[in-house]
């Protein structure tokens, strides 16, 4: 069958795709991420960690002294969950929790110096697999890549993202 995605609005060119090519892309999607996190889970593993532990680690970097609560929200994890992760790479010595100067209740949250050779270990891994896919796709395929990501994330999403993003720049 032969369905059509609706037609973008405004003066965009139309982009008609069928079911097959939809599929194509979820299959390469599904693949590549599949690639993405290979090496990362080969490092995890041998610590007995997983992609919740690498995903907290990410983001504790990303934006050191980050709240649990704002780590709550860019993971989109229940409490429970981020507390078991939060409470190994804490009692093992890769991220510190302090206490907050203008409210006590706050935990901010920052790697150590282990966790953040950690964290460049998993990064560089998936840097050099993104640095060679990009390399070979060009710097056309790479903008459009980034706009689909970024089309894909709903609008809570897209915010958390462009704010993190503006505060690397």
Request: a positive charge; charged letters at 25%; aromatic letters at 6%.
């Amino acid at each position: 069958m032969d369905r059509r995605a609706p037609a973008p609005q405004g003066g965009e060119a139309l982009l008609f795709l069928t079911d097959e090519q939809l599929r194509q892309g979820i299959e390469a999607m599904f693949f590549a991420y599949r690639g993405f996190t290979a090496d990362p889970d080969r490092i995890l593993a041998d610590l007995a960690y997983g992609r919740a532990h690498h995903r907290a680690i990410h983001f504790i970097n990303r934006a050191p002294g980050t709240t649990v609560n704002n780590l709550l929200n860019l993971l989109g994890v229940t409490k429970q969950s981020l507390n078991r992760v939060l409470r190994t790479l804490i009692g093992d010595g890769l991220v510190e929790s302090r206490v907050g100067r203008l409210d006590k209740r706050e935990r901010h949250l920052h790697l150590t110096e282990t966790g953040r050779a950690l964290e460049q270990q998993l990064s560089d891994a998936q840097r050099a697999r993104m640095r060679a896919a990009y390399r070979e796709a060009g710097p056309e395929a790479v903008a459009g890549f980034r706009k689909v990501l970024e089309a894909m994330m709903d609008s809570e999403m897209q915010g958390a993202y462009t704010r993190l993003r503006d505060s690397s720049a």
